[in-house]
């Protein structure tokens, strides 16, 4: 059964809902039980217990769909590409919230998580190797909130689109 909220656009358990025109997203994760890992260059890191937000975008060929299709793909496949494929191996996705907007977002995204969602960066430069952010990957006991997160974007940026929630994935 799908829950209904007020930002929810689709609902389905497969990443074929999502749309292929380019856009930003925010993987919702959950860690059911502490586990050390290895995150490739970053090492090995104990992973707490918990909910994760990763931040990206996909501006290339196949979009959003493509994209967020390997996140949702990835989990016990050996061969990592992004650093939330290592994290795949002991987190489960449980929300993806994306839009479809035209600009870049992420960098934007990852700036309200990192000062205004109460969330933690325990991973210094993960998912942010190519840019100025202090990571993409935040970390809250709490299941982060997409009607929170949304009441800030578009007060940051009025002419930010609709951020939609996809539900279910997983578990
Ligand atoms: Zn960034």
Same mark, same amino acid.
């Given at each position: 059964?799908?829950?209904?909220?007020?930002?929810?656009?689709?609902?389905?358990?497969?990443?074929?809902?999502?749309?292929?025109?380019?856009?930003?997203?925010?993987?919702?994760?959950?860690?059911?039980?502490?586990?050390?890992?290895?995150?490739?260059?970053?090492?090995?890191?104990?992973?707490?217990?918990?909910?994760?937000?990763?931040?990206?975008?996909?501006?290339?060929?196949?979009?959003?769909?493509?994209?967020?299709?390997?996140?949702?793909?990835? %989990?016990?496949?050996?061969? !990592? =590409?992004? $650093?939330?494929?290592?994290?795949?191996? +002991?987190?489960?996705? &449980?929300?993806?919230?994306?839009?479809?907007?035209?600009?870049?977002?992420?960098?934007?995204?990852?700036?309200?998580?990192?000062?205004?969602?109460?969330?933690?960066?325990?991973?210094?430069?993960?998912?942010?190797?190519?840019?100025?952010?202090?990571?993409?990957?935040?970390?809250?006991?709490?299941?982060?909130?997409?009607? %929170?997160?949304?009441?800030? !974007? =578009?007060? $940051?940026?009025?002419?930010?689109?609709? +951020?939609?929630?996809? &539900?279910?994935?997983?578990?």
């Amino acid at each position: 059964m799908c829950r209904k909220t007020k930002f929810r656009e689709s609902c389905d358990h497969s990443s074929a809902i999502l749309p292929n025109q380019p856009g930003t997203y925010a993987v919702i994760l959950h860690v059911p039980r502490m586990k050390k890992i290895s995150i490739g260059v970053l090492g090995e890191w104990m992973i707490e217990t918990g909910y994760y937000a990763y931040i990206g975008s996909a501006f290339g060929p196949g979009g959003l769909r493509g994209r967020l299709g390997h996140h949702v793909q990835s %989990r016990g496949h050996a061969k !990592a =590409h992004w $650093h939330i494929d290592y994290l795949r191996s +002991i987190a489960e996705i &449980v929300e993806i919230w994306w839009t479809d907007d035209a600009i870049k977002r992420e960098h934007g995204w990852a700036f309200i998580f990192h000062e205004q969602m109460d969330t933690e960066t325990p991973i210094k430069g993960f998912g942010s190797s190519d840019c100025a952010c202090v990571s993409h990957l935040f970390y809250s006991h709490r299941k982060p909130n997409i009607r %929170r997160f949304s009441r800030l !974007a =578009h007060s $940051h940026w009025k002419d930010h689109l609709r +951020i939609h929630l996809a &539900v279910h994935f997983e578990g």
